[in-house]
């Protein structure tokens, strides 16, 4: 194939199906930061200004911010956008930087597997005993829910990041 030829077939869907997830948890992401924004500024103008702050503003933030930190995840997971201490790289050895690689990537799947079982526990926890949150009485376990989907999506992302950096050590 010359490079002037288009990509056919299973690249040219997983590229598509990357930038559409991309751009919707972006769009996400973008919704609920400009939800608390707005929270936030009418809260403070109607505390200040009329007397009369917003009912629930606090667990609303609160949960709009849980909300964003999960939407983000699968986003800095994909850009590679982890803090990362890099122990091997005054290695010369190309066998132990890959190794390194292996191990770091394993890690950080592993770690976002278990975070992503944890919370599916928890969530469900939630929603069998109808934990809701104090003042609006918001059902608690959709948070663990959302957050239960990003780590596990968060560790999908980390397999095809992990894969795609051992390609490039290679």
Known sequence: MTP???ETGAPRRTGRFRRGATF??????????????GLTCVDVVARYLFNSPVNGAYELTQLLLASLIFLALPLTTAAGEHIEVELLDGLKSRVFKYLGAICAGLATIGVFLIIAVELFEHAEKLQRRGQ???????????IGWLGTASF???????VFWTLSRLREKA
């Open 4 to 6: 002037s030829e288009p």
């Open 24 to 37: 919707l948890l972006g769009l996400a992401c973008l919704l609920v930061l400009a939800a608390m924004i």
């Open 132 to 142: 809701v949150t104090d003042s609006l009485e918001i059902p608690l376990y959709l």
């Open 152 to 158: 596990a999506v968060s560790a999908i992302v980390a």
